[in-house]
């Protein structure tokens, strides 16, 4: 019985000093263990004993209320176990609670039937080995019951359905009933076993655990909810549980007019019951649901055809293992891949597989499958990287002329792409973070600023996409729909690319979810025809009148609202799968949702999906795809879930070891995010007295969010640069590899591969590292303490400032729509291929180029310029030179710059070249000025003549 072990007195717990309900029950059921392993070898009488005796009651009453939210063990089973302890029966209760915490930890309850003592009964339908083969390969899940139900109701439910599993079902699934809407919630956010959510008629909204760390999962539920009647609750708790985890399938069970409701709410529920009069179809149904969600129709395909007897006549010798089991010489390539690989090896679209380029089979199910998971209205498969997603975005949307506003330290396909597609490029600058020598992210003050710059030049119907990278390599996260919201009551058709190659599993996880482009664009293009914020706008509208909007301070310091009839909602994401979530290197995918697709985008989008993709894509990398999508919608929430708490602990290790922040620091939010974006004026994700409850708030309201499972290490202190922090250290020395640096940070992600065991090797790495620092600085002498003291202030204190983007040379620069004023844009690739030319071009070291500087003259960069780190151009082709950037260029320490030759300087264009061009520019400018004009004279005559009297 519940209150058996959940006395009222003590149900609120003391969870608050774990990161996490998971750790906490984890950590649970190894003290409870321990304690009563303890207790078993104390007598009654000894002092020792009252206080482990109280310290087994104080752990029963925490994990109560989160083992009423899992199958296993179960109300039941831990009610006895709770018992047993209560008279005094620790022995049997050591067994069973050392046999729970095993099954636990191994997973085995999944494949088990077990009772608390022994070792477990098979059950009577498993009759041979290979039926116990079969029960063992079938995954296991736990459905939901939400309904307030009796100890014998539930007992009773649970053995009607072990009565309807068959031995050649393809999944084996428990249930798990809670009373409350309040612990449905929970119960959805806590249980990773969950695929299915059944909810019944009737139910109290109030849970009857008060525990804080539960709580936090109902700081967003409206209380006002209470006050709806119970029969109406179902729906409103099946919209917050779609809201929360897309991903489960749910089911309404009720007694009231079933047509009714079915018309209502029958978008949220993959299908309604009346009353209890089907159960067979709900058990199948849920079956099935599940089933729909495990198919891989590719990798299914690719399978089946590896198993085809096959004559290869065509290209690639590879193709069923062939070149290689025929040699003498390479058949250690066999033994170490295996021969599955091989067999699945082929050129072929045909017998049963597909084509990418056209696909009408598996393939394009693959991809429908990879849009449900994705949230998208399409989905697209790339096997050579987001590099080409990218670029195939780019060229489909964007025409010659075009204006597009893209972030200057975005990934370099992007830049490559523009100069293909042939557009004008306006370069967004960052908030500098100096300090670490990295920047942040692209203000939205500066993005609305230049929408009026162009509008005011006349040229904001040019002006066709926004170009942000979300999230950016250091973590930080845009407020995705406030940044759409604003952008589109300037320009309502603004298209919007959302690089999210690092972001891929973002869509796992509500707090990570609210922040990804996919998810926004559904949010918007529903908000765009709700009557209520239709009325919203108006009255916006009626407050922000047409002087308002000539006024630039008010405008940049106000929450803009888009015009809900002239919005055209279209939004791209491009993931790099194989970073973030499962899937061979090179697998990717696109992301659309477009209103205008069809009308506007669809023919253009396959010509250059055509161009950049491959005609012989890689099977395996599909394959890849497409059972990373299926990890995605069955466990993606519970592996991105574990991916934070990893994050948080190496976070907190850090910050609570003596030695360890004696050296290092992991940037807290306040050291990236400037108090300016910060709305919540959050400090820090994670303080020792609170946890991490800060963590959702601000992901809530900040302009900038941060990931924490980006952990940037500020190294400064121990003396030594990221380049060789990570190469002679991590990499050479432990075998820790890494992607990022900057001069005095290193930067650690946390993945859905990361592991506990990971997470501790990492620690006492960075222990050993510290460890050699403190020695090596104590066996200095004098001389060498002032040498290591004026490294770390350098590393610390003296980082040279970080340059803005500083314009593009006349020659290259954009114009108004009179031709006269100069806008933020150039002509990207123009400047690129003008450099092909070597006549263009001369080349100009550090020395003689800031000498040229002082004089006046302008140096323009003839190529990307691109230092590691950062790792972004800090010149375009066709960008001046600045003083800042070259100051920037000499204080540089790091050995790799990518466009610059150190025994020749920078590839600039010479003055005749510039000459030439800025001569062409002005010409076209001239003309277009001149055509205007005329445009104008005609337009003026054919008025005059519309209005001259008539005889």
């Known amino acids: 019985m519940k209150e058996t072990f959940t006395p009222a007195a003590n149900r609120s717990g003391s969870m608050t000093r774990h990161r996490s309900v998971w750790e906490m029950r984890a950590d649970g059921w190894i003290s409870l263990v321990d304690e009563l392993s303890r207790l078993a070898t104390l007598a009654r009488d000894q002092p020792e004993f009252e206080r482990r005796i109280a310290r087994v009651r104080q752990i029963i009453t925490d994990l109560a209320p989160v083992e009423s939210y899992w199958a296993f063990p179960g109300h039941r089973v831990f009610g006895e176990l709770a018992t047993w302890i209560e008279r005094g029966e620790l022995a049997r209760a050591y067994q069973a609670a050392r046999r729970i915490h095993r099954m636990l930890a191994a997973q085995t309850y999944r494949h088990e039937t077990s009772t608390l003592e022994g070792e477990g009964e098979l059950p ?212 170490f891949y295996g021969m599955n690989l091989f067999m699945a090896e082929t050129s072929a679209t045909s017998g049963g597989l597909d084509s990418l380029l056209d696909p009408v089979g598996p393939l394009k199910l693959a991809q429908e499958y990879a849009a449900r998971a994705g949230g998208a209205r399409r989905t697209y498969f790339a096997t050579n990287g987001t590099s080409t997603c990218n670029k195939i975005v780019v060229q489909a949307l964007i025409r010659p002329d075009d204006i597009v506003l893209v972030d200057r330290n975005c990934h370099k396909s992007h830049h490559y792409g523009l100069v293909l597609a042939g557009a004008q490029v306006a370069y967004l600058d960052s908030y500098p973070l100096d300090p670490y020598s990295m920047y942040g992210a692209v203000p939205l003050r500066h993005i609305k600023q230049t929408l009026l710059d162009y509008r005011r030049a006349g040229t904001l119907s040019r002006v066709r996409m926004v170009l942000l990278t979300n999230c950016t390599f250091d973590g930080l996260v845009y407020n995705v729909e406030r940044v759409m919201m604003e952008c589109l009551a300037i320009k309502p058709d603004l298209i919007f690319l959302w690089d999210e190659a690092w972001f891929a599993f973002a869509r796992c996880h509500p707090i990570y979810r609210q922040r990804t482009g996919m998810a926004t664009a559904k949010l918007l293009a529903e908000r765009m025809v709700d009557p209520e914020y239709a009325r919203q706008h108006a009255a916006f509208a009626e407050s922000f009148d047409d002087a308002a909007w000539d006024d630039d301070d008010r405008v940049l310091a106000t929450r803009l609202l888009p015009d809900p009839k002239k919005v055209r909602v279209r939004v791209y994401a491009t993931h790099s799968t194989h970073k973030t979530l499962t899937s061979l290197r090179q697998g990717s995918m696109i992301h659309v949702w477009d209103q205008d697709f069809k009308d506007k985008a669809e023919e253009a989008f396959h010509e250059a999906y055509m161009t950049h993709t491959s005609t012989s894509p890689n099977y395996q990398i599909l394959a890849s795809l497409d059972v990373g999508r299926r990890q995605v919608e069955l466990e993606g929430y519970e592996l991105v879930q574990r991916q934070l708490e990893l994050a948080m602990s190496l976070r907190e290790q850090v910050l609570k070891h003596p030695l360890l922040k004696k050296y290092f620091s992991f940037l807290r939010v306040s050291d990236i995010v400037p108090l300016e974006f910060r709305e919540s004026a959050v400090e820090s994700y994670y303080s020792p007295d609170s946890g991490w409850s800060n963590l959702e708030m601000a992901w809530r309201t900040d302009e900038f969010a941060l990931d924490p499972s980006r952990a940037t290490l500020s190294i400064g202190a121990t003396g030594l640069d990221g380049d060789t922090f990570k190469n002679r250290q991590l990499m050479d020395k432990y075998g820790i590899q890494i992607n990022k640096t900057s001069r005095n940070t290193v930067l650690f992600m946390t993945h859905i591969g990361s592991t506990r065991s990971s997470i501790a090797y990492l620690i006492e790495v960075l222990v050993k590292i510290a460890r050699d620092v403190d020695q090596q600085i104590a066996d200095m002498s004098a001389i060498e303490r002032r040498i290591h003291a004026k490294r770390v202030r350098s590393l610390t204190l003296e980082q040279p400032p970080l340059p803005d983007f500083s314009s593009f040379h006349f020659a290259f620069r954009g114009r108004s729509v009179e031709g006269r004023a100069e806008t933020r844009d150039g002509d990207i690739r123009s400047a690129f291929f003008l450099s092909y030319d070597d006549e263009n071009c001369e080349y100009i070291d550090m020395g003689d180029a800031a000498q040229a500087i002082r004089s006046g003259r302008e140096l323009v960069s003839a190529l990307f310029v691109i230092p590691y780190p950062p790792g972004f151009p800090i010149l375009v082709p066709g960008q001046v030179i600045s003083a800042e950037i070259l100051q920037f260029m000499q204080a540089l320490d790091v050995r790799e710059i990518h466009g610059f030759r150190p025994e020749l300087g920078f590839r600039i264009f010479n003055d005749a070249a510039l000459a030439r061009v800025a001569q062409a520019t002005a010409a076209r400018a001239a003309l277009a000025v001149s055509d205007r004009a005329a445009l104008v004279a005609v337009a003026d005559t054919v008025i005059d003549v519309a209005e001259a009297p008539r005889d």
């Open 124 to 335: 009577s339908q498993i009759e041979t080995d290979s039926e116990r083969q079969a029960q063992l390969s079938r995954p296991y899940f736990e459905v939901l019951i939400v309904d307030e139900m009796s100890p014998s109701e539930e007992d009773a439910l649970r053995r009607r359905v072990q009565r309807k599993r068959m031995p050649d079902d393809d999944f084996i699934f428990d249930v798990v009933v809670v009373p409350s809407f309040e612990d449905a919630l929970v119960a959805t956010m806590v249980n990773f076993n969950l695929q299915a959510v059944v909810i019944r008629h009737g139910f109290p909204f109030r849970s009857m655990y008060h525990s804080d760390m539960l709580r936090r999962f109902l700081e967003s539920v409206d209380d006002s909810i209470e006050q709806i009647p119970e029969l109406e609750r179902g729906p409103l708790l099946g919209r917050q549980i779609a809201h929360l985890r897309p991903e489960l399938d749910l089911y309404l069970v009720t007694d009231v007019d079933v047509e009714d409701v079915a018309a209502r709410v029958g978008e949220i529920f993959k299908r309604i019951f009346f009353r209890e009069e089907d159960h067979t179809e709900l058990y199948s149904s849920i079956m099935k649901g599940v089933g729909e969600r495990h198919r891989t129709p590719f990798f299914h395909a690719l399978r089946e055809y590896a198993k085809q007897p096959t004559g290869v006549f065509h290209a690639l010798p590879l193709a069923r293992g062939k070149s290689i089991m025929n040699s003498n010489w390479i058949g250690d390539l066999q033994q």
